[in-house]
């Protein structure tokens, strides 16, 4: 068997550390997490830890890249989808288990913006992401919107309403799980995707005769 390189073990530490962090961070909150507990259950030293990571906040934004990367990874399957009753189909066919178990990681989502919103520093660490996640959503809803005569708006406007939309949801559903059909978040993305000069062009492709 080949002998890891330096890099791959410190890739191979850096992977078991983040696992580590997303099981602390769930269970504990952000602000209750320390650094001797994600590197207790990772099984090194917190010096480890700080050998990775700087700080705590550099180790959550890691973490939350490493989401963010696996979730622009599905919804750039999705937007690759040219029908809208395809694409409607495919979101309403998620099912409500893999939003509750979203729910862990958006809770702590939400609780570092809080955090962010009093600390300069981690403030605009978000923004960056932020940007970034707009900016690739945009390119994503540029894409799919190319052949409409009139987009509603600007894809970078579109793309900051479908994370709002997102986020907003979620806050809904987790104040106040039951109220609201799950499905709900489904029909918004697709009112945000779909213009009606599309809806109507496939309605009408639907309606032709061979």
Same mark, same amino acid.
């Given at each position: 068997?080949?002998?890891?390189?330096?890099?791959?073990?410190?890739?191979?530490?850096?992977?078991?550390?983040?696992?580590?962090?997303?099981?602390?961070?769930?269970?504990?909150?952000?602000?209750?997490?320390?650094?001797?507990?994600?590197?207790?259950?990772?099984?090194?030293?917190?010096?480890?830890?700080?050998?990775?990571?700087?700080?705590?906040?550099?180790?959550?934004?890691?973490?939350?890249?490493?989401?963010?990367?696996?979730?622009?990874?599905?919804?750039?399957?999705?937007? *690759?989808?040219?029908?809208?009753? &395809?694409?409607?189909?495919? @979101? /309403? $066919? =998620?099912?409500? %288990?893999?939003? !509750?178990?979203?729910?862990?990681?958006?809770?702590?989502?939400?609780?570092?913006?809080?955090?962010?919103?009093?600390?300069?520093? *981690?403030?605009?660490?978000?923004? &960056?992401?932020?940007?970034? @996640? /707009? $900016? =690739?959503?945009? %390119?994503?809803? !540029?894409?799919?919107?190319?052949?409409?005569?009139?987009?509603?708006?600007?894809?970078?406007?579109?793309?900051?309403?479908?994370? *709002?939309?997102?986020?907003?949801?979620?806050?809904?559903?987790?104040?106040?799980?039951?109220?609201?059909?799950?499905?709900?978040?489904?029909?918004?993305?697709?009112?945000?995707?779909?213009?009606?000069?599309?809806?109507?062009?496939?309605?009408?492709?639907?309606?032709?005769?061979?």
């Amino acid at each position: 068997m080949a002998r890891q390189t330096r890099a791959q073990r410190r890739q191979q530490t850096r992977a078991r550390l983040l696992d580590a962090a997303g099981q602390v961070f769930a269970r504990r909150g952000f602000h209750a997490a320390t650094v001797d507990e994600v590197a207790d259950a990772a099984g090194y030293t917190k010096g480890a830890v700080y050998s990775n990571f700087a700080t705590k906040d550099e180790l959550f934004l890691a973490l939350l890249d490493q989401r963010l990367a696996a979730q622009l990874e599905q919804v750039e399957a999705l937007y *690759a989808i040219e029908s809208s009753e &395809e694409l409607l189909a495919a @979101l /309403r $066919g =998620r099912t409500e %288990q893999e939003f !509750a178990a979203a729910r862990d990681f958006g809770v702590l989502h939400v609780e570092f913006w809080l955090y962010a919103m009093r600390n300069p520093a *981690a403030q605009a660490q978000l923004a &960056e992401r932020y940007r970034q @996640l /707009r $900016g =690739r959503l945009a %390119q994503l809803i !540029a894409r799919r919107s190319a052949h409409q005569a009139s987009p509603p708006m600007p894809p970078e406007h579109l793309a900051a309403l479908v994370i *709002a939309t997102d986020t907003g949801l979620f806050l809904q559903y987790g104040a106040e799980p039951g109220a609201l059909p799950w499905e709900l978040h489904a029909d918004a993305m697709i009112q945000l995707l779909d213009t009606p000069d599309r809806h109507a062009g496939e309605a009408g492709a639907t309606n032709l005769e061979p």
